[in-house]
């Protein structure tokens, strides 16, 4: 009897749930509001690594700056980035390591970081071939650089502490006044 009473209670013509046109329609929405920003955000995700990679290139090169003040040479291209990591056999003054994660030898799409030391002009290059890992390219795929020019990593990107100051001392006697070819 009691369930004779429940559904006598009960609007006549009106039931429970959504009918298969609401839920497509409510589903349609989601996909176009979905469909108008995917693009936006991977591309902002793209540019993110990008500028991270960039940060990544600018202090590694205040390592190598800190590497050079404590030792008074670059690495050489044979012991490359990884003199940062692992004292160099037969070196004095070496006071690393100065860079604690190995993952920090590689850009934010997983190549490793190119190292160029032009020991003759005591200068270096650090290149990351960007998202395509290719040299050249435009946008995210574009090749990054650092230092821009010898002697700025340690100006443009101090390092905290003792190595820091030293890489930043190093750096500012070693700089040379730009000529006017440069």
């Given at each position: ?29 989601i996909g176009l509001i979905a469909a108008a920003l995917t693009p936006n955000i991977i591309g902002q995700m793209g ?136």
């Amino acid at each position: 009897m009691r369930r004779k009473a429940r559904r006598g209670l009960r609007l006549p013509g009106r039931e429970d749930g959504y009918t298969l046109t609401e839920m497509l329609v409510v589903i349609g929405i989601i996909g176009l509001i979905a469909a108008a920003l995917t693009p936006n955000i991977i591309g902002q995700m793209g540019r993110a690594k990008s500028k991270a990679a960039q940060l990544q290139l600018d202090t590694l090169a205040a390592d190598v700056e800190a590497f050079s003040a404590d030792v008074q040479r670059y690495p050489t291209k044979s012991e490359g980035l990884n003199a940062l990591v692992q004292e160099p056999q037969g070196l004095d003054g070496w006071s690393g390591p100065y860079v604690r994660d190995l993952k920090m030898l590689n850009d934010p799409w997983g190549q490793p970081i190119t190292y160029d030391v032009d020991t003759d002009k005591r200068t270096f290059v650090l290149t990351s071939l960007g998202a395509d890992g290719k040299p050249g390219g435009s946008g995210v795929n574009r090749d990054l650089h650092a230092p821009t020019h010898a002697g700025a990593a340690a100006v443009a990107t101090p390092v905290s502490g003792p190595a820091g100051t030293a890489a930043a001392q190093a750096a500012t006697q070693t700089q040379t006044p730009p000529t006017a070819a440069q």
